[in-house]
């Protein structure tokens, strides 16, 4: 019996199903956008529509002051604030529709409105949200029920810079040896040339002196002796 209780599960689902998306198909046909801009924030629902990152609706770009339309004809369930922000929400047969921020609210709980007809003003991008109503996780994309609304644009491809190429730079060459400022050299030459004649000069003048006692010794030996008086 299981099997066939998982079968009869399984298509009760895929009715439902059929039967929402048929539902928000004939609603789309009466269904106009409650502002004139473009999607700026899709719909993304996981298994726990509460979880942080959920995003339970549409945001529509919306500039501020911006009149916001009530998108299908209904019975305004709520308008008030929530989480501090102005929202006004009308129940359009069998879903709940949601619209906020929305501020300067032109209508009450318990009026009815047809399509198009103005609920407030916008304070910035409108968060658009439809639920099943009576079903605390029916949160349906509202995109399915604005016909001719186009998804957000992707971002424009921008190609990365090409990395600019180093120039090679040759490695540098050693530098030779600085040589002496010439007045070093002839300084040094100069120096050298004094030292020269100062050697040159003294040499014969010690010969001389050396010499001398010698040719005087010789002459003195060579004279002959006179001899002694008695």
Known sequence: MR????LLAALATLA???TLAAGAARAAAAW???VAGEPVRLFALGPDPFARGQHRGVDLAAAPGEPVRSACSGRVVFAGRVAGEGTVSVRCGDFRVSYAPVLA???RAGEHVGAGA???R???PLHFGVRREGRRWGYVDPLRFLAGTRPPRPPPLVRAPRPRATPHRPAARPRPAALAPWTVWLGLALG???LAGAGTLRLPYRRRQEGAPCRASSTSSSSPTTPSSP
């Open 122 to 124: 916008a304070a910035g």
């Open 192 to 194: 050298l040339a004094g």
């Open 3 to 6: 099997p066939v209780t998982a």
């Open 16 to 18: 439902a199903g059929a």
């Open 105 to 107: 609210r032109a209508v």
């Open 32 to 34: 106009t956008p409650p």
């Open 118 to 120: 103005r609920l407030g």
